[in-house]
């Protein structure tokens, strides 16, 4: 079973100084900077998906928010509306054993070379949201429709679960994408792999990105190959309390989220900020951030700087106004995204 759509679109390298933020209107593919304007229509919502399928609540692990959907273009075979036949049966929070063991036995089926996959995070200040609703279930059938397998996942939430909960669930998800039962049963090319994600989804997959190359799926080959993070919040620490930082209300939703009673004694702040873990190893950004949003535009500034100092290509996006996350794909940033993700995973 193998997809014909590969689109092949050649890499566009256009090194510009984070500072030189300027207006431009053809779509940012490489590393370089935008500044544009967005409508206030959110286009995803607009569309309507004939063909595409979606795969409902997909266990990825034991916990009832340990779900994902599976979004499928329209050109997928019949038998990949199916769940994968081995499904995980360990505890919620455990991972492989120390043998590298999922509970499959990987020889017993062999991963398909077939298409790129996406893995969407949806945001909710870490504390709510949900895979299903209309405008991230939206966003995974634009995706799908664009010949992304897309999967849109749950996780814990805080306070309930604070750090590192949410983390080690996304972790989890994305390894169960790398399963070879999952890559089959999808049709899914384990090195055309990329993460999104909007608002705390944004900085969940931000943190993907950048400790990947700590993860066992890494070190078997399997890596995170582009990051879409919009509206992600990078730098959780005392920075962002300052006059130029988040809200006190937001400040308080990051304390939850932490496990912490004040910045001053957290160390989950760094552990949980993309800012301080960036190597050269991590994968290639897309970041979108408006200008005047609640996350303040510098915290995607600062991080894009972080990453460029590490050769790592960036296409940075400011989107004028106050849209948040993915209130801002409108028509033209959407297809942004598309082309980003079609130039690393094609």
Same mark, same amino acid.
């Given at each position: 079973?193998?997809?014909?759509?590969?689109?092949?679109?050649?890499?566009?390298?256009?090194?510009?100084?984070?500072?030189?933020?300027?207006?431009?209107?053809?779509?940012?593919?490489?590393?370089?900077?935008?500044?544009?304007?967005?409508?206030?229509?959110?286009?995803?919502?607009?569309?309507?998906?004939?063909?595409?399928?979606?795969?409902?609540?997909?266990?990825?692990?034991?916990?009832?928010?340990?779900?994902?959907?599976?979004?499928?273009?329209?050109?997928?075979?019949?038998?990949?509306?199916?769940?994968?036949?081995?499904?995980?049966?360990?505890?919620? +929070?455990?991972?492989?054993? =120390?043998?590298?063991?999922? @509970?499959?036995?990987?020889? #017993? *089926?062999?991963?398909? &070379? /077939?298409?790129?996959?996406?893995?969407?995070?949806?945001?909710?200040?870490?504390?709510?949201?949900?895979?299903?609703?209309?405008?991230?279930?939206?966003?995974?059938?634009?995706?799908?429709?664009?010949?992304?397998?897309?999967?849109?996942?749950?996780?814990?939430?805080?306070?309930?679960?604070?750090?590192?909960?949410?983390?080690?669930?996304?972790?989890?998800?994305?390894?169960?994408?790398?399963?070879?039962?999952?890559?089959?049963?999808?049709?899914?090319?384990?090195?055309?792999?990329?993460?999104?994600?909007?608002?705390?989804?944004?900085?969940?997959?931000?943190?993907?990105?950048? +400790?990947?190359?700590?993860? =066992?799926?890494?070190?078997? @080959?399997?890596?995170?190959? #582009? *990051?879409?993070?919009? &509206? /992600?919040?990078?730098?959780?620490?005392?920075?962002?309390?300052?006059?130029?930082?988040?809200?006190?209300?937001?400040?308080?939703?990051?304390?939850?989220?932490?496990?912490?009673?004040?910045?001053?004694?957290?160390?989950?702040?760094?552990?949980?900020?993309?800012?301080?873990?960036?190597?050269?190893?991590?994968?290639?950004?897309?970041?979108?951030?408006?200008?005047?949003?609640?996350?303040?535009?510098?915290?995607?500034?600062?991080?894009?700087?972080?990453?460029?100092?590490?050769?790592?290509?960036?296409?940075?996006?400011?989107?004028?106004?106050?849209?948040?996350?993915?209130?801002?794909?409108?028509?033209?940033?959407?297809?942004?995204?598309?082309?980003?993700?079609?130039?690393?995973?094609?």
């Amino acid at each position: 079973m193998k997809s014909g759509r590969r689109p092949v679109l050649a890499l566009v390298a256009a090194v510009v100084a984070l500072g030189a933020v300027t207006s431009c209107s053809t779509d940012p593919v490489g590393d370089e900077n935008a500044t544009v304007t967005a409508d206030s229509v959110i286009y995803p919502l607009s569309l309507r998906y004939h063909g595409i399928d979606v795969v409902a609540d997909v266990p990825y692990g034991a916990d009832p928010l340990q779900r994902l959907d599976v979004c499928l273009p329209a050109d997928s075979a019949p038998e990949t509306s199916a769940t994968p036949t081995a499904t995980p049966s360990a505890s919620a +929070t455990a991972g492989p054993d =120390a043998d590298g063991d999922d @509970g499959e036995d990987a020889a #017993a *089926v062999e991963p398909s &070379s /077939g298409r790129p996959a996406v893995l969407m995070i949806h945001g909710g200040s870490w504390s709510h949201g949900d895979k299903a609703t209309a405008a991230y279930r939206s966003v995974c059938q634009y995706l799908a429709s664009e010949g992304f397998v897309t999967f849109n996942v749950d996780y814990r939430l805080a306070p309930t679960d604070p750090f590192p909960a949410g983390l080690d669930d996304v972790r989890r998800a994305l390894d169960y994408v790398y399963r070879p039962a999952t890559l089959a049963t999808y049709d899914v090319d384990a090195q055309r792999v990329g993460v999104f994600g909007g608002s705390a989804g944004g900085n969940l997959a931000a943190m993907l990105a950048v +400790t990947d190359h700590d993860s =066992a799926a890494y070190a078997a @080959g399997d890596r995170i190959r #582009a *990051v879409v993070d919009l &509206s /992600g919040p990078t730098n959780l620490t005392t920075r962002s309390t300052e006059p130029d930082g988040v809200s006190a209300s937001f400040q308080r939703k990051q304390l939850l989220y932490l496990g912490c009673r004040s910045y001053a004694r957290c160390p989950a702040a760094v552990r949980a900020s993309p800012e301080f873990h960036v190597t050269s190893d991590t994968a290639p950004f897309f970041i979108g951030h408006s200008t005047d949003e609640f996350i303040p535009l510098w915290e995607s500034q600062e991080f894009a700087a972080t990453l460029r100092s590490h050769d790592v290509p960036v296409t940075f996006v400011a989107v004028e106004g106050t849209a948040h996350s993915i209130a801002q794909l409108d028509e033209a940033m959407s297809r942004r995204v598309v082309t980003f993700l079609r130039t690393q995973l094609g």
